[in-house]
């Protein structure tokens, strides 16, 4: 039987581009620290990967609406405190008011301005903004939450973002539970009460009414509800006090989904990792293997190539 030098030639073109295959593979795998380089190298552990990659990749969405809602949150927190620390001046300086009775005209005067600063700055503080968008007026965050006569104009319905599988929270707040605003007119509830101490101011200034007027049980209608003014002010303060809690205890979460989404991500990397990420030493000791391999494939061709039956006919 006489093997032909076609069939030799063949064989080792065979061999010799299997092993050119193998140490490009493994080359490759060093150089790219994969283990995976293409789907049909490991499909199942491929699908695998690419289910957690998917996974890994809400995660990292997630993460971006979380770094949002931080700071939405302490922006809308902070307005809320500035709201709160400046009514609790402005509370105290209407006890005082309602324990003196009598004031002069200038007294009258500066207190009318003092309350008229707070009022606007409330008002300013209510009106917050993050960027152009402002921060109380639900998703008509286009528009200014607290007009100029201290009536709401946004929205009740909140502009909310999803930082885990089926929670959602809130980066635009609706301003009529937050701001506390009065159910029959629509005004800021704070602000109400400011204007109606102003006006008050001036009726005493101007001897058509007294400072007692303050006292009086039907001062002023908040939520439909005749009061003195005292009463609807701690009502529009509580309304505000019980908001920024709210915010505070939506931080506390954000906190700890935040910190579960980041110790899930890296669990995630690190499977990932696992199912493709090369290892190197056993590539290394395949790499080697190959090229004795095809060291071998090119001896064995010198060595055999000449081989004829002829020659032994000599």
Do not use: C, W
């Not at 996974?55 to 500035?82: F, P």
């Not at 939450?145 to 973002?161: F, K």
């Not at 400011?194 to 058509?208: L, S, Y």
């Amino acid at each position: 039987m006489r093997i032909s030098d076609s069939y030799i030639y063949n064989n080792f073109l065979r061999y010799d581009a299997a092993r050119q295959k193998d140490i490009a593979r493994y080359t490759n795998e060093l150089s790219s620290g994969k283990r995976i380089l293409n789907p049909s190298d490991d499909p199942l552990s491929n699908a695998q990967s690419l289910q957690f990659k998917s996974i890994k990749s809400d995660l990292d969405g997630y993460l971006k609406n979380l770094d949002i809602v931080r700071n939405t949150q302490q922006i809308a927190e902070s307005s809320l405190t500035s709201i709160v620390d400046s009514a609790q001046e402005v509370r105290a300086e209407i006890v005082r008011l309602s324990n003196t009775g009598v004031i002069d005209m200038e007294d009258a005067e500066i207190l009318k301005d003092y309350f008229v600063g707070m009022r606007d700055y409330i008002v300013n503080q209510a009106n917050t903004q993050i960027g152009d968008k402002y921060l109380f007026s639900g998703v008509s965050s286009q528009n200014a939450p607290i007009d100029a006569n201290g009536v709401y104009q946004g929205s009740d319905i909140e502009t909310t973002v999803p930082i885990a599988k089926n929670i959602e929270v809130p980066v635009r707040y609706n301003g009529r539970n937050y701001l506390g605003i009065d159910n029959n007119d629509d005004k800021m509830i704070l602000v109400k009460v400011i204007d109606k101490v102003v006006e008050i101011i001036d009726n005493a200034k101007n001897g058509t009414g007294s400072l007692n007027d303050i006292n009086s049980a039907n001062a002023i209608t908040v939520n439909g509800t005749n009061m003195n003014i005292l009463e609807g002010f701690d009502i529009g303060l509580n309304s505000v006090l019980q908001y920024r809690s709210i915010i505070g205890n939506q931080n506390k979460i954000v906190e700890d989904i935040k910190t579960q989404h980041e110790m899930f991500k890296v669990n995630y990397s690190n499977l990932i990792s696992r199912l493709e990420d090369v290892d190197y030493t056993s590539a290394i000791s395949e790499l080697e293997k190959s090229k004795v391999a095809y060291e071998a494939t090119i001896a064995s061709f010198t060595q055999n190539k000449d081989l004829s039956l002829l020659k032994y006919f000599k």
